[in-house]
């Protein structure tokens, strides 16, 4: 069975630029949920995906936008970057939206934000 | 608004000893309460979690009381070893919702030490 995978591990950008992070879910889950985790504190939920579609988000502005394939991987896309943006992005996948809520981690996409 | 608040912040135990991390919650709709573990460098893993119908569960070392009346829940590790290091955040989530993610505690520094 294969666990959550994110990429790239490690990514600096430059305020008021754009970042795609990838996240392929673990084996036999359809749900894919997108957390940012600033140093220091528990993750915060930004959206999750279900059926190719965003069905909950967070309190984050719409520069945080995701897709999500057929193949159940998903990317989070974030616009005009702020310096606040750096932290860890993490990935989480889990069976169904509904019904089963554990939630599987990647190891995490490491941002910074110059 | 903190919707989740645990304590304490930092924790020393012996080896050998037992562990307890405390959580309180304010929405009364969330019904999935997990714990993670977290080492540096990785994403959290999935601890051991309790749904309302029961007041504790158990897992190994691993112990969750839910007190539903308080609003609060606990984790005990028992037996507490040098490995058991690690950060540990509670969560909780609206299964109802489906879509809400989870919302996390700012989680607790633990050091057992040898």
């Known amino acids: 069975e294969t666990g959550v995978t994110q990429s790239p591990t490690h990514l600096i950008k430059t305020r008021g630029q754009q970042v795609t992070l990838r996240c392929s879910s673990q084996?036999?889950?359809?749900?894919v949920s997108w957390y940012q985790q600033a140093l220091g504190q528990g993750p915060q939920f930004i959206f999750q995906?279900?059926?190719?579609?965003?069905?909950g988000r967070g309190n984050f502005p719409p520069r945080f936008s995701g897709l999500q394939f057929p193949n159940y991987s998903s990317e989070l896309n974030v616009n005009a970057l702020e310096l606040d943006d750096s932290a860890l992005y993490l990935c989480?996948?889990?069976?169904?939206?509904?019904?089963?809520?554990?939630?599987?981690f990647g190891p995490g996409t490491r941002l910074t934000v110059t | 608004q903190q919707q989740v608040k645990q304590s304490p912040q930092s924790l020393i135990v012996q080896k050998g000893g037992i562990s307890i991390i405390n959580c309180a919650y304010e929405?009364?709709?969330?019904?999935?309460f997990p714990w993670y573990q977290q080492f540096p460098g990785k994403g959290p893993a999935l601890l051991i979690a309790?749904?309302?119908?029961?007041s504790e569960k158990k897992e190994g070392r691993f112990t969750i009381s839910f007190n539903k009346s308080a609003k609060q829940f606990s984790l005990h590790i028992m037996d507490s070893q040098p490995g058991d290091s690690a950060t540990y955040f509670c969560?909780?989530?609206?299964?109802?919702?489906?879509?809400?993610?989870?919302?996390f505690g700012k989680g607790t520094h633990l050091i057992i030490q040898p």
């Open positions: 989480a996948s889990s069976f169904s939206a509904s019904g089963s809520y554990e939630q599987y």
């Open positions: 084996s036999g889950h359809n749900t």
């Open positions: 995906y279900y059926r190719e579609e965003e069905n």
């Open positions: 929405n009364t709709a969330f019904d999935y």
């Open positions: 309790i749904r309302p119908d029961v």
């Open positions: 969560a909780a989530q609206n299964s109802g919702g489906g879509a809400d993610g989870l919302t």
